[in-house]
């Protein structure tokens, strides 16, 4: 059996970035602190929690300790919260997240700002968080309705970064119709863009695809759901354990994607355990 590794698969830059700037700061002296989790990665947010990293649901009052703010960003009131409480903040949001920032809250001013993206994801959150209107979120066409928009006469649309083109463009065309003056601004990252790329190509060119990461993760749900519309014999699967070997009955050609919180030694434990039941 042939194993495609799709070049794009696992850790984004983003990820990566906060993973490492949370082992460094767990080797110091400070206790180190996470609201919730680091990244949507069980096995990360294990690892880091070994390391002595503590996750906390609530801000409370500290002292001589750090605060780490996750990839996806956060919104001001907590990093607010965290300064007055006593925390040290080391902010690892993603770069990429914070160009959406700035980008809406230039654009707050004289348009209304709406965020194609989950309306309970941590990183939209984070978006509107950081706004001084409340913004409007959108998932998907169902969610547009001239009842609810139809009083807005400027806006500007942004995106959550891990959005698939498919959506965002249904979206769009439904808005114009409603919207006399409505400008998209695709923030959706260029990790993003490469990755689902690659998954649109992936399950037309193997015969199987595994989809490798947690199911909290909105990046590995979207992968999912594209691999799964072109090709039916798509898995979604968080470790090696999660393999049936059924599954790889007559199977030739399998590809391997994982999402972007996905740790390699995952993936190269899967592939070991492939070669095991399909050499
Ligand atoms: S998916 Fe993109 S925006 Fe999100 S953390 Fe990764 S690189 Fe940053």
Not at 93 to 122: R, W
Not at 231 to 237: A, E, F, G, M, V
């Amino acid at each position: 059996m042939k194993i495609n590794i799709a070049k794009s698969s696992g850790f984004c830059f983003g990820v990566k970035r906060a993973i490492d700037l949370s082992k460094d700061l767990a080797d110091g002296e400070k206790a180190v602190y996470v609201l919730g989790d680091i990244v949507h990665n069980s096995f990360v947010v294990r690892e880091l929690e070994e390391k002595g990293i503590k996750k906390i649901q609530r801000i409370r009052p500290a002292k001589n300790a750090i605060l780490i703010i996750r990839a996806h960003g956060a919104p001001q009131v907590t990093f607010d919260k965290a300064s007055a409480s006593g925390y040290k903040i080391e902010d690892a949001t993603c770069p990429m997240v914070k160009d959406i920032y700035k980008i809406a809250q230039k654009l707050e001013k004289d348009h209304k700002i709406i965020i194609i993206g989950d309306n309970n994801h941590d990183e939209v959150k984070g978006i509107a968080g950081q706004l001084k209107k409340k913004p409007i979120t959108i998932e998907s066409p169902r969610d547009i309705s001239r009842e609810k928009l139809g009083h807005i006469k400027k806006a500007a649309v942004v995106t959550q970064s891990t959005q698939t083109i498919e959506n965002i463009n249904n979206i769009m065309q439904r808005l114009v119709k409603i919207i006399p003056d409505v400008e998209l601004y695709d923030t959706t990252c260029r990790t993003t863009k490469v990755k689902q790329e690659e998954i649109n190509s992936l399950p037309k060119e193997n015969d199987l695809i595994l989809i490798i990461g947690s199911k909290t993760s909105a990046n590995t749900k979207r992968l999912y759901q594209i691999s799964k519309s072109i090709n039916d014999k798509t898995h979604w699967i968080e470790c090696a354990k999660n393999l049936k070997p059924i599954w790889f009955k007559n199977i030739k050609k399998v590809g391997i994607m994982a999402g972007a919180s996905t740790p390699d030694y995952i993936t190269k434990e899967i592939v070991k355990q492939l070669r095991n039941i399909a050499p």
